[in-house]
């Protein structure tokens, strides 16, 4: 079983940077990280859980929630089996707990939804104002 690993969270002031790695391990014999569409969300308390932002599992093309755009960057590495988050300009209002998400290439419909089969469990960002 895929097991995803978040970490790089904390509190930072407004204005700030934080860079977020997530992990993976677990991966089933004859398929490769390489293969899984990787995705970062976040849930602030009292709301649902809304995308931020994915990679492809082929060519690595990337999406963003259109209100972060400019501030927050997804990459990869595939061989170190690790997405990232750079996230910049931090806000207030970026405070959630954020969650990797790995789907198997194909299987998520839309990368903004929740259908990813594999999930972390999180880690805090707390922005200070």
């Known amino acids: 079983q895929l097991q995803l690993v978040e970490s790089g969270g904390g509190l930072v002031q407004a204005g700030g940077s934080l860079r977020l790695s997530c992990v993976a391990s677990?991966?089933?014999?004859?398929?490769?990280?390489?293969?899984?569409?990787m995705a970062w969300f976040r849930q602030a308390p009292g709301m649902e859980r809304e995308f931020v932002t994915s990679?492809?599992?082929?060519?690595?093309?990337?999406y963003y929630a259109d209100s972060l755009k400019g501030r927050f960057t997804i990459s990869r590495d595939n061989a170190k089996k690790t997405v990232t988050l750079q996230m910049n300009s931090l806000k207030p209002e970026d405070t959630a707990v954020y969650y990797c998400?790995?789907?198997?290439?194909?299987?998520?419909?839309?990368?903004?939804?929740?259908?990813?089969?594999?999930w972390g469990q999180g880690t805090q960002v707390t922005v200070s104002s």
């Open positions: 998400a790995a789907g198997w290439r194909g299987s998520v419909r839309s990368l903004t939804s929740l259908e990813y089969q594999h």
């Open positions: 990679i492809r599992s082929s060519g690595g093309s990337t």
């Open positions: 677990g991966i089933a014999f004859g398929r490769t990280f390489s293969n899984y569409d």
